[in-house]
């Protein structure tokens, strides 16, 4: 069985991008995004390798540089979550932002309750002093299972 220096030197092409492929193949079953960047220096220097036919040491030197320099670089100027902007669909309170109802009762001291789709909630005012029984009402923001709620 020949040695792995007899294979690079042969084919070190090859030994670069089956090594690319399975760095790329461990990033995939694990999706931790810290492999992808090591997979493309390998794949940049199996291209390195196969067009000037750099020694085994200059390779590695460059993947070792070239995976720092990517990773460093990805991490600062890629964003760190590729989710959407907006509330999540499955959050049944965040996700009555921006909705209209009306109130139930008179607000007494801020709070009182609001019907919303559907449901009666807890609801605080955000502004002003109090709302009358059945006056529209916009969500504004969220706070526990309370709804922060203004005049509309």
């Known amino acids: 069985m020949p040695s792995l220096t007899l294979v690079y030197a042969a084919h070190p092409f090859w030994v670069w991008i089956a090594f690319a492929a399975g760095l790329l193949a461990m990033e995939v079953a694990t999706g931790s ?3 992808l960047w090591p997979a493309a220096s390998a794949a940049a220097v199996a291209v390195l390798a196969g067009l000037a036919g750099v020694s085994l040491p200059v390779a590695l030197l460059v993947f ?12 600062r100027y890629l964003p760190r979550s590729l989710a959407p902007d907006g509330h999540d669909i499955n959050d049944n309170i965040a996700r009555l932002m921006g909705h209209h109802g009306k109130a139930v009762a008179a ?7 609001v019907f919303i789709d559907g449901k009666e909630w807890a609801a605080d005012l955000a502004e002003g002093e109090g709302l009358e029984a059945g006056a529209r009402v916009e969500v504004v923001g969220v706070t526990g299972a309370r709804l922060r709620v203004r005049g509309a």
């Open 107 to 113: 607000f007494a001291g801020g709070s009182g309750r």
């Open 33 to 35: 995004g810290w492999l």
């Open 64 to 75: 070792a540089l070239l995976t720092i320099v990517s990773t460093l670089l990805a991490r």
